[in-house]
């Protein structure tokens, strides 16, 4: 199988096909913490990390926003004391797409 982590985003534009549920169900097994949920009928990936403190949780969330960047593909993001929760979903096609499981893959190896 395939390693997320090892995966570049592709370019996404309006009627790229979103992710199957197949394809959805192969990946999800390398991001297990993460949860599909809905918000205004889109899907999205979401996942909260915890810290020790605010300082902590702003150099993750800074980590993340550099790996956005490198990946030219953008989460939502709130950091709060001692937890910083992550979505990522695909704007133009208000659904998941396969890059967002390769940035929640991503977004956990910024951890180790």
């Known amino acids: 199988m395939e390693k997320l982590t090892e995966q570049k985003c ?9 992710a199957t549920a197949e394809e959805i ?3 999800l097994p390398q991001i297990p913490e993460w949860e599909i949920i ?6 999205r990936l979401s996942r909260t990390y ?7 949780a702003l150099d993750f969330t800074n980590r993340v926003g550099a790996l956005a960047e490198a990946e030219r ?3 939502a993001i709130i950091t709060e004391w001692g937890k910083v929760t992550v ?9 998941l797409h396969r890059n967002d499981l390769i940035m929640a893959a991503k ?3 910024l951890l180790k």
């Open 107 to 109: 977004t956990d190896a």
């Open 10 to 18: 592709e370019a996404c534009r309006l009627g790229s096909p979103p």
């Open 73 to 75: 593909h953008h989460p």
């Open 25 to 27: 169900a192969t990946f």
């Open 50 to 56: 915890r810290f020790g403190n605010f300082a902590e």
């Open 87 to 95: 979505q990522w979903w695909t704007h133009k096609i208000k659904g």
């Open 38 to 43: 809905t918000i205004t009928d889109i899907e």
